[in-house]
């Protein structure tokens, strides 16, 4: 499996496989991913795709790597089919390049824009709503994206949810916090800038679980989960997470400061949905201290939890959370 994820590297990246690779992921072929593949009934799977959601990126490499080349495509019900990848061209992060008949472009305020052969030529009865959605032969799809230097498309969220900078740029929220939640080590997360902010931020939750075993497998002792939060060492491991997610966003978009939370988000303090959506007005009034102190230009904020001892007492914890700048972003 380790050959099959490289392979399925190189071939991600559009870089020639070497020779040996080759050799060895033949071997492969017949020892393993030929069984993983029949065990899971696509064995004769020969166009492979999904939609709907941007899948993690982590997914669609083990998927490539068994020998499905599984791509991603965009599309909707007034648009019709308007990107996706090519058997050779599959890029983690996007949902391809426009299919032969589509063009397509973003306006300023970062909407996709679509003139297609398969788009809808207006809501049955209601001249009101396609004059609002079909402009100069362009379709309004209410998406927010935009294009690589490859010419893919990057879909982020709908426009009506991207949250808005002091300087009038726009980023998508729930793209940042998928792109981190994708991550082994990441439990939660929730992107924080609006108008009156200079730059995005990140308050992040460990996975306890994972970053514990983790933490063992290097020899990084602690106790608690405010205690393995801290660590230096787990900073420079969420780090990477950070750095990877920044790489598939336009610059004003990107994580400068970024804090590891002491405790997880809980329902039954209206952090969360009973399905686990963030709740932004609750977690942004709880933790408005700790969102000062990022954007006052503080390296620590201090901060009390109530942590609950396995007898059932109850007691307070004080720990001051350390605020942490990513490497490569102004402050």
Same mark, same amino acid.
């Given at each position: 499996?380790?050959?099959?994820?490289?392979?399925?590297?190189?071939?991600?990246?559009?870089?020639?496989? *070497?020779? !040996?690779?080759?050799?060895?992921?033949?071997?492969?072929?017949?020892?393993?991913?030929?069984?993983?593949?029949?065990?899971?009934?696509?064995?004769?799977?020969?166009?492979?795709?999904?939609?709907?959601?941007?899948?993690?990126?982590?997914?669609?490499?083990?998927?490539?790597?068994?020998?499905?080349?599984?791509?991603?495509? !965009?599309?909707?019900?007034?648009?019709?089919?308007?990107?996706?990848?090519?058997?050779?061209?599959?890029?983690?992060?996007?949902?391809?390049?426009?299919?032969?008949?589509?063009?397509?472009?973003?306006?300023?305020? %970062?909407?996709?824009?679509?003139?297609?052969? $398969?788009?809808?030529?207006?809501? !049955?009865?209601?001249?009101?709503?396609?004059?609002?959605?079909?402009?100069?032969?362009?379709?309004?799809?209410?998406?927010?994206? $935009?294009?690589?230097?490859?010419?893919?498309?990057?879909?982020?969220?709908?426009?009506?949810?991207?949250?808005?900078?002091?300087? %009038?740029? =726009?980023?998508? *929220?729930?793209?940042?916090?998928?792109?981190?939640?994708?991550?082994? !080590?990441? =439990?939660?997360?929730?992107?924080?800038?609006?108008?009156?902010?200079?730059?995005?931020?990140?308050?992040?939750?460990?996975?306890?679980?994972?970053?514990?075993?983790?933490?063992?497998?290097?020899?990084? *002792?602690?106790?608690?989960?405010?205690?393995?939060?801290? =660590?230096?060492?787990?900073?420079?491991?969420?780090?990477?997470?950070?750095?990877?997610?920044? /790489?598939? @966003?336009?610059?004003?978009?990107?994580?400068?400061?970024?804090?590891?939370?002491?405790?997880?988000?809980?329902?039954?303090?209206?952090?969360?949905?009973?399905?686990? /959506?963030?709740?932004?007005?609750? @977690?942004?009034?709880?933790?408005?201290?700790?969102?000062?102190?990022? $954007?006052?230009?503080?390296?620590?904020?201090?901060?009390?939890?109530?942590?609950?001892?396995?007898?059932?007492?109850?007691?307070?914890?004080?720990?001051?959370?350390?605020?942490?700048?990513?490497?490569?972003?102004?402050?």
């Amino acid at each position: 499996m380790p050959i099959a994820l490289k392979v399925a590297d190189f071939r991600l990246k559009g870089e020639t496989l *070497p020779f !040996y690779l080759k050799v060895l992921y033949a071997i492969s072929e017949i020892i393993l991913l030929r069984s993983i593949r029949n065990r899971i009934g696509l064995t004769k799977a020969r166009f492979a795709a999904t939609a709907g959601s941007v899948l993690g990126q982590d997914t669609i490499r083990f998927i490539n790597a068994l020998g499905i080349k599984l791509r991603q495509v !965009y599309g909707s019900s007034e648009g019709g089919m308007i990107s996706g990848h090519k058997e050779d061209d599959i890029r983690l992060g996007t949902v391809g390049t426009p299919l032969p008949g589509v063009n397509m472009k973003i306006s300023n305020e %970062g909407e996709i824009l679509v003139q297609s052969d $398969y788009a809808f030529s207006g809501f !049955y009865k209601n001249p009101e709503a396609t004059a609002k959605a079909l402009k100069d032969g362009w379709w309004y799809s209410g998406d927010a994206g $935009y294009i690589d230097e490859k010419g893919h498309l990057i879909f982020m969220d709908r426009l009506s949810e991207l949250g808005e900078l002091r300087s %009038g740029m =726009k980023y998508a *929220p729930q793209y940042v916090e998928s792109g981190l939640r994708f991550s082994t !080590y990441i =439990k939660d997360a929730m992107a924080i800038g609006d108008k009156t902010k200079d730059y995005v931020s990140a308050i992040i939750i460990i996975d306890f679980e994972n970053v514990g075993r983790w933490a063992e497998i290097n020899r990084i *002792p602690y106790t608690t989960f405010t205690d393995l939060s801290q =660590k230096e060492e787990v900073a420079q491991l969420i780090k990477l997470d950070v750095e990877r997610v920044n /790489k598939g @966003l336009p610059p004003h978009a990107r994580i400068k400061k970024y804090v590891l939370l002491h405790k997880e988000f809980d329902p039954d303090e209206a952090d969360l949905t009973r399905t686990r /959506k963030l709740k932004r007005e609750a @977690l942004t009034r709880r933790y408005s201290q700790l969102i000062d102190a990022i $954007y006052e230009g503080k390296e620590e904020c201090p901060v009390e939890a109530e942590i609950t001892y396995q007898d059932g007492r109850k007691g307070v914890l004080k720990t001051s959370l350390k605020i942490r700048l990513v490497e490569g972003q102004d402050s």
